[in-house]
C-alpha cells in the first residue's frame, strides 16, 4: 500500500516538476562562477534530456557523495563518484571557480577532491544526455570528462583501453574502493581480479578474456553491447549483448562489490514498445561474470568470501557469504568481512585436552579447499573425526571417500558446492556445552560413500599441491558451473525475479500434487523446474478471491523480489496470468522451525541461538533495510524454515501488503496468528513494525523452552508460555524453563539474556518495546539488556 502511494507520489512529483524542472534544475552550460552546496535536499544539474544529473547526493546519515546518477529513475542509481572514500559534509560546495578550477571543498574551505584537468582554459562545465560530465574549453574542446576516470560502471558509448579498471565499492551502500578490479591489463587480457586489500594492487585473476598481446579497447557501444577489440577495431570477445532496442532502455555494466560484474538493464518511462513494456520496473541483471564467483581460489587472501566464511552461490549468479556453525559474522553489516568463533578456541594444555569438550558438525558439500595441514587416507569418518577431535590445532576436517585433510583456522577460500552429488564433506569442530541430549545434526544421514570415486577425484584435487600448481598454469580457467536451470524463463521484476506461464508451474508441480502446506490464502506445493538438471521449488498458489489489479502485483512482487538477505526465503519468480496469481521460492529442505522445535528430536540448544539470531537479522533487514519497509505480521514457527544448512529462513513476507490485509483484517479474519499477535491488533490500532517485534518476542520464549506458547499438555497455570515465563524469571526460577536441557542449564547468563530481551519484545505498550535493530545488537550483546517491567495485562486482551 505504502509502496503504491508512494509510486503514485512520486509519478505526481514527476508530472508537476517536469515542465519546471528542465529549466530550473538548468540542464544548461555551468559557467564560470556557478556552484552546487550540499543540501537537506538533492542539489544537481541535469543533463538535457533529464536522464543523468551531476551533483550531490546523500549516502544515508554518513555525508553526501558528489556523484552522477540516473536521475528520470525512483532509484537514482550512481554511477560515477568523486568522494567514496571521503563523505563530505552538509554545506559542502563543489565550485567552478572564476579562474577556471573546478574544486570540491568541505564547509571549512578545505579541498577534497579536484579533477586533473588535460590542459587549462576551463569555460564551462556541462551534464552530458550520455552520463559523461565534462569540463570545456571555449572551443568545447574537453578538459575532463567522467568517462576518462570511471569509478565502479561503465555506460554506452564508454570505452576503457589498456591500463584502466574499475574498481569495485566496498559494500552496496559504502563507496569507498573495495576488494575486486575489472581491468584491461597493459599486456591486453582483459580480467577480474581481486585486490591486496588494502592496497591498491591486484591479487588474484579469477576470470580472463585470454587476449594477451591482442586485446586493445574495452567498448560499451551505443546499442548496448559491450565486447573487447583488437587494435584495429575488429572484435575479439563479446562480453554481453543488447536486450532490444537500446533507445528503451537505460544500461549501465557494473563491477559489483561481491566481485561480480553485471550489465544491467532498466526500461525507460514513456516508450510503447511492449518489449520495454513487459519489463519490470527495475533494473534487472542481462549478463554476468563470472559464472561462479565462489570457486576463486587465492593463495594468499580469504577467496570470494571472507576468512573462516564459505561461499553459496545464489540463482542470480551472485554470491551469499555464510558462517559455518559456531561462528558468527565479525561485522554483520560487512559479511564479507569473514566470521569469528563464537567460543573458546581448544586448549592445548596436555594436562587438560577438553578433547571431550568439542563436538564436530556436518556440513555437506562444503569446502575448504588448499593449506591442509594433515592429510590421511584409508581412513573411516570416525577415524578422521577422532583425529581432529584430539588434536587442538585442527578446527575442521573434510572428509570425503575414505579421506580426511585437516585444516586450521583461519580457513579461507570456502565455498558450498552447488551439486551435491560431488559429495564430501566438511566437519566443523565447535564446544559443546557439556551436552547429555541426543541432538538431531544436520546432514547426520549422510553415511553414503558410494558416490566415492567422484568424491576422491574432486578432493584429491582441491586439496593437493598438484591441483594448486594446476590452478596457477591455467589461472581462472578453473570453474565447475552448470548453466543454471532457472535462466531459460525470461527475467522480471526486482533483481533476477523469473515469469512463469501457469502451464510451467502446472508441469513443475505436477498438476499440483504434493502439497506442502496450506493457510487461509494460498495453499503451496513442490516443484521441480527441469532440464539437464533438476532444481526444487516451493510454488504458492494465492487463492483466487486475491483479485488486484495487475500492476500493482507485480510491483509489489518486484519489492519482494529485492530483498536479498540471508535470512529470508528468497522469492525466484512469479506467475500473474488470468486469475492466477503464484509465487515461486526457494525450496527449504529442512522444512518449517514449528516442525523442528516441538517434534520427535529437539533440537540444540546451540543450533536454537542461531535460529533465534537468524530470525532476528532477517527481521530487522525487512524494517530497516529495504527500500520501502516490509512488516511481516505473522511471524511463528510455521513461517521460518530452515534451509539444507539449518538456517533460519523466513517466509511469507511482503505478502500483508499483497494481500491488502491491513484494509479488511476487521471483516475476513486476521492473518496473524492467535498467540503470536500483539493485543493492539485487536483495537485496530495503526499496524506498525512493533507488531512483529512482539510475535519474535513469542518465539524466542518457544526457542528458548523448546515448548509451544500455548500448550494444553502442561499444568494450568504453565499453559501460557508468555506468563509462565515471566513468573519464572520474576521469582528468579529460569532453570525451570529450560529444565532437562543441559547444554541451557550450562549456558544460563544467556538464557537469562534471552528471556529479558524476550520480554522487552512482548511488552503490552508497543512503544515500550525495542526495535528489532536493538534486539539484534542485545543478542549479539553490543547493547546491554536492562530489566524488563513486567508485560502487564498482554494476555487478557488475546
Ligand atoms: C554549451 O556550449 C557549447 C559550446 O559553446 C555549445 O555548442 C552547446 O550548444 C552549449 N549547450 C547548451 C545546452 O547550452
Ligand atoms: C566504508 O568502508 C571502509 C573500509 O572498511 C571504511 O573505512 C569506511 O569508514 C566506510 N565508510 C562508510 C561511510 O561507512
Ligand atoms: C554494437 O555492437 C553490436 C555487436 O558487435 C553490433 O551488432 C551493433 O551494430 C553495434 N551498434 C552500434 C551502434 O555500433
Known amino acids: 500500500m505504502a509502496l503504491a502511494l508512494s509510486y503514485l507520489l512520486s509519478f505526481l512529483l514527476l508530472v508537476l516538476l517536469l515542465p519546471y524542472s528542465t529549466i530550473a534544475q538548468t540542464s544548461k552550460n555551468q559557467s564560470l562562477g556557478s556552484s552546487l552546496t550540499a543540501q537537506n535536499k538533492d542539489t544537481y544539474w541535469v543533463s538535457p534530456s533529464g536522464d543523468f544529473a551531476f551533483g550531490f547526493q546523500q549516502i544515508g546519515k554518513g555525508g553526501y557523495l558528489l556523484a552522477i546518477w540516473f536521475n528520470k529513475i525512483p532509484e537514482k542509481t550512481i554511477v560515477w563518484s568523486a568522494n567514496g572514500d571521503n563523505l563530505v559534509p552538509i554545506g559542502s560546495k563543489v565550485e567552478l571557480t572564476k579562474d577556471g578550477q573546478f574544486v570540491l571543498s568541505d564547509p571549512t574551505g578545505k579541498e577534497i577532491w579536484k579533477p586533473g584537468l588535460v590542459g587549462t582554459g576551463v569555460a564551462y562545465a556541462a551534464m552530458l544526455d550520455s552520463g559523461n560530465f565534462v569540463l570545456a574549453s571555449q572551443d568545447s574542446g574537453f578538459l575532463w570528462e567522467s568517462f576518462d576516470h570511471p569509478t565502479d560502471t561503465i555506460l554506452p558509448t564508454m570505452t576503457m583501453n589498456r591500463g584502466s579498471k574499475l574498481v569495485a565499492h566496498y559494500s552496496e551502500r559504502n563507496y569507498s574502493n573495495g576488494r575486486f578490479h575489472f581491468t584491461l591489463k597493459m599486456g591486453g587480457n582483459l580480467s577480474l581480479e581481486t585486490r591486496f586489500f588494502p592496497l591498491e594492487f591486484s591479487s588474484t585473476g579469477y576470470w580472463s578474456s585470454e587476449t594477451e598481446g591482442s586485446g586493445f579497447l574495452v567498448v560499451f557501444n551505443q546499442s548496448g553491447s559491450i565486447y573487447l577489440t583488437a587494435r584495429n577495431?575488429?572484435?575479439?570477445?563479446?562480453?554481453?549483448?543488447?536486450?532490444?532496442?537500446?533507445?528503451?532502455?537505460?544500461?549501465?555494466?557494473?563491477?559489483?562489490?561481491?566481485?561480480?560484474?553485471?550489465?544491467?538493464?532498466?526500461?525507460?518511462?514513456?516508450?510503447?514498445?511492449?518489449?520495454?513494456?513487459?519489463?519490470?520496473?527495475?533494473?534487472?541483471?542481462?549478463?554476468?561474470?563470472?559464472?561462479?564467483?565462489?570457486t576463486i581460489t587465492e593463495e594468499i587472501g580469504s577467496g570470494a568470501c571472507g576468512f573462516n566464511s564459505y561461499c553459496k552461490l545464489r540463482d542470480n549468479q551472485r554470491p551469499e557469504c555464510l558462517c559455518p556453525y559456531g561462528y558468527s559474522f565479525i561485522d554483520p553489516d560487512d559479511v564479507m568481512k569473514g566470521c569469528k568463533q563464537n567460543f573458546q578456541p581448544q586448549s592445548c594444555d596436555e594436562a587438560n585436552p577438553e578433547t571431550d569438550q568439542f563436538d564436530l558438525?556436518?556440513?555437506?558439500?562444503?569446502?575448504?579447499?588448499?593449506?591442509?595441514?594433515?592429510?590421511?587416507?584409508?581412513?573411516?569418518?570416525?577415524?578422521?573425526?577422532?583425529?581432529?577431535?584430539?588434536?587442538?590445532?585442527?578446527?575442521?576436517?573434510?572428509?570425503?571417500?575414505?579421506?580426511?585433510?585437516?585444516?586450521?583456522?583461519?580457513?579461507?577460500?570456502?565455498?558450498?558446492?552447488?551439486?551435491?552429488?560431488?559429495?564430501?564433506?566438511?566437519?566443523?569442530?565447535?564446544?559443546?556445552?557439556?551436552?547429555?541430549?541426543?541432538?538431531?545434526?544436520?546432514?547426520?544421514?549422510?553415511?553414503?560413500?558410494?558416490?566415492?570415486t567422484l568424491i576422491i577425484i574432486v578432493s584429491v584435487l582441491l586439496s593437493s599441491l598438484v591441483f594448486l600448481n594446476l590452478l596457477f598454469l591455467f589461472g581462472f580457467r578453473f570453474k565447475y558451473w552448470k548453466p543454471n536451470v532457472l535462466q531459460q524463463y525470461p527475467a522480471m521484476p526486482g533483481m533476477n525475479l523469473r515469469s512463469f506461464t501457469y502451464e510451467e508451474l502446472r508441469k513443475a508441480t505436477d498438476g499440483f500434487k504434493e502439497e506442502l502446506g496450506s493457510g487461509a490464502f494460498a495453499t503451496v506445493y513442490k516443484g521441480v523446474l527441469q532440464?539437464?538438471?533438476?532444481?526444487?521449488v516451493a510454488?504458492?498458489?494465492?487463492?483466487?478471491?486475491?483479485?488486484?489489479?495487475?500492476?500493482?502485483?507485480?510491483?509489489?512482487?518486484?519489492?519482494?523480489?529485492?530483498?536479498?538477505?540471508?535470512?529470508l526465503v528468497q522469492l525466484l519468480g512469479f506467475c500473474n496470468e488470468g486469475q492466477h496469481r503464484l509465487l515461486v521460492y526457494e525450496f527449504m529442505s529442512n522444512g518449517s522451525l514449528a516442525s523442528f522445535l516441538f517434534g520427535d528430536s529437539q533440537p540444540n540448544w546451540y543450533q536454537r541461538i542461531q535460529i533465534a539470531l537468524g530470525t532476528a537479522r532477517g527481521i530487522s533487514y525487512l524494517h530497516e533495510e529495504c527500500s520501502s519497509q516490509i512488516i511481516h505480521c505473522d511471524?511463528?514457527?510455521?513461517?521460518?524454515?530452515?534451509?539444507?544448512?539449518?538456517?533460519?529462513?523466513?517466509?511469507?513476507?511482503?505478502?500483508?501488503?499483497?494481500?491488502?490485509?491491513?484494509?479488511?483484517?476487521?471483516?475476513t479474519g486476521i492473518r496473524g496468528t492467535k498467540g503470536y499477535v500483539a493485543p493492539e491488533w485487536f483495537r485496530n490500532m495503526h499496524v506498525t513494525v512493533k507488531m512483529d517485534v512482539y510475535s519474535f518476542g513469542i518465539l524466542l520464549l518457544e526457542l528458548i523452552c523448546c515448548r509451544k506458547n500455548f500448550d494444553v499438555k502442561e499444568q494450568e497455570d504453565l499453559i501460557i508460555l508468555a506468563d509462565w515465563a515471566y513468573d519464572c524469571f520474576k521469582d528468579m526460577k529460569l532453570e525451570l524453563l529450560v529444565a532437562n536441557d543441559e547444554e541451557a542449564i550450562h549456558d544460563m547468563k544467556r538464557v537469562e539474556k534471552y528471556v529479558m530481551i524476550a520480554i522487552w519484545c512482548i511488552q503490552e505498550d508497543p512503544s515500550l518495546r525495542p526495535t528489532m535493530k536493538k534486539v539484534v545488537q542485545m543478542m549479539e550483546g553490543a547493547v546491554e539488556v536492562s530489566v524488563p517491567p513486567g508485560p502487564s495485562s498482554f494476555i487478557s486482551s488475546i
Open 539 to 567: 510454488v504458492k498458489r494465492l487463492n483466487n478471491r486475491v483479485r488486484e489489479g495487475d500492476l500493482e502485483f507485480n510491483a509489489e512482487v518486484s519489492a519482494i523480489g529485492r530483498t536479498n538477505h540471508r535470512n
Open 361 to 452: 558438525i556436518d556440513m555437506p558439500n562444503v569446502n575448504w579447499p588448499l593449506f591442509d595441514y594433515g592429510h590421511f587416507q584409508d581412513q573411516t569418518e570416525d577415524w578422521c573425526r577422532k583425529a581432529c577431535l584430539d588434536d587442538c590445532f585442527c578446527s575442521v576436517v573434510i572428509f570425503g571417500g575414505g579421506q580426511c585433510w585437516k585444516k586450521k583456522n583461519p580457513l579461507s577460500n570456502g565455498r558450498k558446492d552447488q551439486d551435491p552429488s560431488v559429495g564430501g564433506k566438511a566437519l566443523i569442530k565447535i564446544r559443546k556445552y557439556n551436552s547429555t541430549l541426543q541432538c538431531s545434526r544436520p546432514g547426520a544421514d549422510s553415511k553414503n560413500n558410494d558416490r566415492s
Open 635 to 667: 511471524i511463528k514457527p510455521q513461517n521460518i524454515l530452515l534451509d539444507d544448512s539449518f538456517t533460519a529462513r523466513i517466509s511469507d513476507f511482503g505478502l500483508a501488503k499483497l494481500l491488502k490485509l491491513d484494509q479488511t483484517r476487521t471483516t
Open 233 to 294: 577495431g575488429s572484435i575479439l570477445k563479446t562480453i554481453s549483448s543488447n536486450a532490444g532496442p537500446s533507445q528503451d532502455f537505460y544500461q549501465r555494466a557494473v563491477m559489483e562489490y561481491d566481485g561480480v560484474f553485471t550489465h544491467y538493464v532498466y526500461p525507460k518511462g514513456g516508450t510503447n514498445t511492449s518489449n520495454a513494456r513487459s519489463w519490470p520496473k527495475a533494473w534487472s541483471s542481462l549478463f554476468r561474470i563470472p559464472p561462479n564467483v565462489c
Open 531 to 536: 532440464s539437464e538438471e533438476t532444481y526444487l
